[in-house]
């Protein structure tokens, strides 16, 4: 018997030549630690469950096999067309799958409940590209099809749910093999990625569960069948930290071309009821999924938006708010949708930043980076919907220098009523002048008020700069940082091959955080009690790096971690509510009421993809 180093050689080199062909693509690179014999039914032929093996890559990768049997169990026309078929007859190790998927490149022939035999060459199809991250989804390619029957009764479905899925998340990868998960012998009773891989391709049912990710507009939604794992208040499911992946969460998508049956609208706390049964897949937008040839029932719940109380007197209301890619060319409806959640959601804070506001023309690459038009159609749409007459102040940023959706220039815009909020404008900031902090009557004050904090600093390159002001309300200063650091693209995903999975752009925003930082500590460090705020789309977790590098020194807190754990949370991403917008506050700011107003991430309608924040308290 050849010994365990000698088997990893030759699958490794299976997998290289598979590599070369082009047979296998992704990160999967790293050796996979199967046999290169596979087990084989008594008659010899290949059967679907040798195919799959017992580790994330096919032991067979690269190789021609003939007439493998099975049963057809779903079928897609649309986007990567082909379908699934399923053994009938599986083996007795449970870290194989009985199923897989066959791609055709066109609108298969075959139905399900057809019993076929199958021929092509086994690949390894890595959803998202070689530089993705993302695990592989073991196919067959290339194929030739022959029909022996139909009608036939379909497998018995692997039933999904809180008891068979295990509450660890993923294995630590072989450091050896740049942390991949590859090589690693399936454990799918112990980890939940190994337990939806052993039974990618199969035919799986979930029953009634919670919606914890509302419907996209791509038609897919996501639930739980672990309805106690880590849920929120209002249904989901808190991403709470970076070893609390939230196992139950699965995506859902139908099969059913949606002229024919339109995909069901469900928000967050929704159910899904009655069965929902189809073939495990594996995407890049969500890892496994289940693609329902029986959909079940959407149970609306009801849940509604928040409504945040009113700030009292003495209270000063400060908010932030992603409006998404705000610009002039967008339907009014969106304008008006946007301003009425600030007036009736929000209680028409007394300052509110604005992120993503883009330019006069929006999205078109013309040299513009004005957004005067698109910030006086939004306060005229708050005034008509019976709020305050906002003023606002912003710094025009330079064209194309922010990052953002190209050619918006989006920027981050103070607006303040100025019946309850004064501004204190210095003059002389622009896109690439740096405020400072200076000493006024005993007091911190800016040089440039609205300014941009250190915007030559490398960690802005391609993002956003933070913008401050100084505010006065009943006779005392208040500074506000608006921030919307380094987006999250580049990151691979929680399923990805690597685990723990590579966090690249941290490297930014954890430098953006140290800059931020370093300017609020200037300011205590010529007024300790000075009141400031650092608010916006941060882009990361509260319990991340970038927040320890944001609040280094104790210089600031993220005030969401005074909300219970059940609702720390302002954006749902693949069925994990989890926080992205913040606001942090200085040690003088210590009494305060915080909410994380929840109208626009929990709703298949949605305004915006982010939720708003509001702080108050009272200076």
Do not use: C
């Not at 029953?207 to 914890?212: A, C, D, I, K, L």
């Not at 301003?339 to 006069?360: F, G, H, K, T, W």
């Not at 300011?523 to 941060?538: C, E, H, P, R």
Request: charged letters at 20%.
């Amino acid at each position: 018997m050849p010994s365990a180093s000698s088997r990893t050689t030759a699958v490794s080199a299976v997998v290289t030549a598979a590599l070369a062909a082009g047979l296998l693509t992704g990160a999967a690179t790293t050796s996979a630690s199967a046999s290169t014999t596979p087990d084989r039914a008594v008659d010899g032929q290949v059967r679907i469950h040798d195919i799959q093996g017992s580790t994330r890559i096919s032991p067979l990768v690269g190789q021609q096999v003939g007439e493998v049997p099975g049963i057809v169990t779903g079928v897609r026309t649309y986007g990567s067309k082909g379908f699934w078929f399923q053994d009938p007859n599986p083996d007795a190790d449970p870290a194989t799958s009985e199923g897989v998927f066959v791609y055709t490149g066109s609108a298969p022939t075959v139905a399900v409940g057809d019993a076929v035999t199958v021929s092509g060459t086994v690949t390894e199809y890595v959803p998202g590209g070689l530089g993705s991250g993302n695990q592989s989804l073991t196919q067959i390619s290339k194929p030739t099809v022959a029909v022996v029957s139909s009608g036939n009764a379909l497998p018995e479905p692997v039933r999904v749910s809180e008891r068979s899925v295990p509450s660890r998340y993923a294995p630590e990868g072989d450091p050896a093999a740049g942390g991949s998960v590859n090589a690693l012998t399936l454990r799918p009773s112990r980890y939940a990625l190994d337990y939806y891989e052993s039974i990618e391709g199969m035919n799986i049912r979930v029953g009634t569960s919670r919606v914890v990710g509302a419907t996209d507009a791509h038609a897919e939604l996501w639930v739980t069948v672990k309805p106690r794992e880590n849920d929120a208040r209002r249904g989901g499911t808190v991403y709470g930290s970076y070893d609390s992946q939230n196992t139950g969460r699965l995506q859902i998508q139908s099969l059913v071309p949606l002229a024919e049956q339109p995909f069901p609208k469900a928000d967050v706390g929704d159910v899904l009821s009655g069965t929902t049964e189809g073939p495990l897949d594996f995407n890049q937008y969500g890892g496994y999924t289940l693609t329902a040839r029986t959909m079940g029932t959407v149970t609306a719940e009801g849940l509604r938006r928040e409504v945040t109380r009113k700030q009292r007197g003495g209270e000063l209301a400060v908010a932030t708010y992603n409006v998404e890619n705000l610009d002039p060319t967008d339907p009014q409806e969106k304008f008006d949708a946007l301003a009425a959640a600030v007036v009736d959601n929000l209680a028409s804070p007394d300052i509110v930043a604005l992120e993503e506001i883009q330019d006069n023309n929006g999205a078109k690459s013309d040299g513009t980076v004005a957004a005067d038009l698109t910030v006086k159609k939004f306060t005229d749409a708050i005034v008509a919907a019976g709020g305050p007459a906002y003023e606002w102040r912003s710094i025009d940023p330079q064209d194309k220098k922010d990052g953002g959706e190209p050619g918006g220039n989006i920027r981050q815009v103070f607006l303040f009523n100025p019946e309850r909020v004064s501004f204190t404008d210095r003059a002389g900031g622009d896109a690439t002048t740096a405020t400072d902090v200076v000493r006024e009557r005993g007091r911190a004050a800016l040089t440039f008020s609205p300014g941009r904090i250190d915007p030559a600093n490398a960690a802005w390159e391609n993002s956003r700069k933070p913008l401050v002001g100084e505010f006065g309300f009943r006779g005392r200063p208040v500074f506000v940082v608006a921030n919307h650091f380094a987006s999250k693209g580049g990151d691979e995903s929680i399923f990805s091959e690597h685990q723990p999975p590579s966090r690249s752009s941290e490297v930014q925003r954890h430098a953006q955080g140290q800059a931020v930082n370093t300017f609020v500590k200037k300011l205590l460090s010529v007024q300790k009690n000075a009141d400031v705020l650092v608010v916006g789309d941060i882009n990361d977790f509260e319990f991340s790096g970038t927040a320890k590098a944001l609040t280094a020194g104790g210089v600031l807190y993220p005030a969401i971690k005074s909300l219970p754990r059940s609702e720390r949370y302002s954006y749902v991403y693949q069925g994990n509510s989890q926080v992205l917008d913040q606001i942090l506050t200085s040690p003088s700011i210590h009494d305060y009421h915080y909410d994380s107003v929840h109208i626009n991430a929990e709703f298949a309608d949605q305004n915006s993809d982010h939720d708003p924040q509001v702080l108050r308290f009272r200076p």
